[in-house]
């Protein structure tokens, strides 16, 4: 079971704490193996199923084989539009499908010459080289996504090859796939490719094992790393644009964050009602806020980068916006230069359209509680009352969700925090 699961899990976090730092990447690399003979055997008893769907699924479904077998390359882009082979009905619908090519993006040499260069911490060279490299192609496409009927809500959520426990407890908690009240949710969530010096054949092979059962994976071939949050932010962007016109909200998260979406659905249904749908973008905003110069923070942005506070943004734990605001974002973002740290990037964004991102108490992008031991953080009426919660690990999702949605579970009142 979920629980006795949690529990074992609990008992290796201790084990792992006792041990030499050593014996980690034996133990890592022991895990991969254990999860790949998981996955494997999860797909053979999902071949009856997958043999149902085979035909509808070979007309609309594009891996690798859609590309041509370049070896992966973090930088590769398309630098000129050519046609796209597909022809499913999604894509003849708008005319178009996704027009990325297996071409190399080669650095912006002139940037170079640029006095701000020389001085600029290292770490952003390659980012600042390769800036105007912007779309890429698909390794794992699903333009059908958005085709079955009108979808009223689309999940779509960040996350990375590896971290196939978060998806799990996303698509068994929050993110399942259903209707509710009429009102149809469809899920997606949105990778790169593996970093260099990981298992990259492997990684690949469990992702499209994974896709085959869940069908519910977009890939792009870019690395998986901070900077290149960004390119998922841009490359999803387009991707709606193409593939998903009867789509009324979006929400966009990471996979660590829970969500109660009964109250996502009623936020929607009351910015409806008062007609304040249009221009819809809110979540955990932040405002006033000015680039981190700590060269120790993630977050570090050298004065060489940008020099000037940040436009108002939201966390990108997770927040809501509205399909009418997310195509006018595609169009705006092919305007702004990218920047490393995809919220700030969305600000941008909105910062070009005039659109003010509104705050809701209800995200909590940044969790409850700073302080990890506080009760806030385990209480189960702030998190029904609550829209997200961020930082919570797949066990730590399970738990809550079936404690939340217990009908044993009596909060004295609605708490606004």
């Given at each position: 079971s979920e629980w006795s699961r949690g529990a074992t899990v609990t008992d290796m976090d201790h084990f792992f704490r006792r041990k030499r730092a050593g014996l980690v990447k034996p133990l890592l690399s022991l895990s991969l193996i254990f999860v790949s003979v998981l996955m494997i055997l999860?797909?053979?008893?999902?071949?009856?199923?997958?043999?149902?769907?085979?035909?509808?699924?070979?007309?609309?479904?594009?891996?690798?084989?859609?590309?041509p077998a370049v070896e992966s390359n973090f930088w590769r882009i398309n630098t000129q539009h050519a046609p796209s082979k597909r022809t499913d009905a999604q894509q003849v619908s708008n005319g178009t499908g996704w027009d990325a090519q297996v071409l190399n993006c080669s650095e912006?040499?002139?940037?170079?010459?640029?006095?701000?260069?020389?001085?600029?911490?290292?770490?952003?060279?390659?980012?600042?080289?390769?800036?105007?490299?912007?779309?890429?192609?698909?390794?794992?496409?699903?333009?059908e996504k958005c085709a079955d009927g009108e979808v009223h809500l689309l999940m779509v959520i960040k996350s990375v090859i590896e971290q196939h426990d978060r998806r799990e407890a996303v698509r068994k908690t929050w993110g399942q796939e259903r209707t509710v009240d009429g009102k149809k949710i469809k899920t997606l969530f949105l990778?790169?490719?593996?970093?260099?010096?990981?298992?990259?054949?492997?990684?690949?092979?469990?992702?499209?094992?994974?896709?085959?059962i869940f069908k519910d994976i977009l890939q792009w071939d870019f690395m998986d790393t901070f900077f290149n949050l960004t390119l998922k932010e841009v490359n999803f962007l387009k991707w709606f644009n193409i593939y998903c016109p009867g789509v009324r909200f979006i929400f966009k998260g990471d996979d660590d964050v829970f969500v109660n979406t009964n109250n996502l659905l009623e936020l929607t249904a009351f910015k409806v009602e008062e007609r304040k749908d249009a221009d819809l973008f809110i979540g955990d905003t932040i405002t006033k806020a000015i680039p981190i110069r700590n060269r120790q923070s993630k977050y570090y942005i050298p004065k060489e980068l940008y020099d000037k506070p940040y436009p108002p943004y939201v966390g990108g734990g997770g927040f809501v916006m509205s399909s009418q605001l997310a195509r006018r974002l595609f169009a705006a973002s092919e305007d702004v230069e990218l920047y490393p740290i995809d919220d700030v990037f969305l600000g941008m964004c909105l910062k070009k359209l005039s659109v003010a991102p509104e705050l809701h108490s209800g995200f909590r992008t940044f969790g409850i509680s700073r302080h990890k031991a506080s009760s806030m953080n385990r209480e189960p009426c702030f998190y029904k009352n609550l829209i997200v919660v961020h930082k919570l690990s797949a066990q730590e999702l399970f738990r809550m969700w079936s404690t939340v949605h217990s009908k044993d579970l009596v909060c004295a009142q609605r708490t606004s925090m």
């Open positions: 999860k797909l053979k008893l999902s071949e009856k199923d997958a043999a149902r769907i085979k035909q509808a699924r070979d007309a609309s479904w594009c891996g690798s084989d859609c590309f912006d040499a002139s940037v170079k010459s640029q006095p701000w260069f020389r001085h600029l911490d290292p770490r952003f060279h390659q980012f600042v080289l390769h800036r105007h490299c912007r779309y890429f192609p698909m390794l794992i496409n699903h333009p990778l790169g490719t593996p970093t260099t010096g990981k298992d990259t054949r492997n990684l690949q092979k469990l992702i499209e094992y994974e896709d085959k």
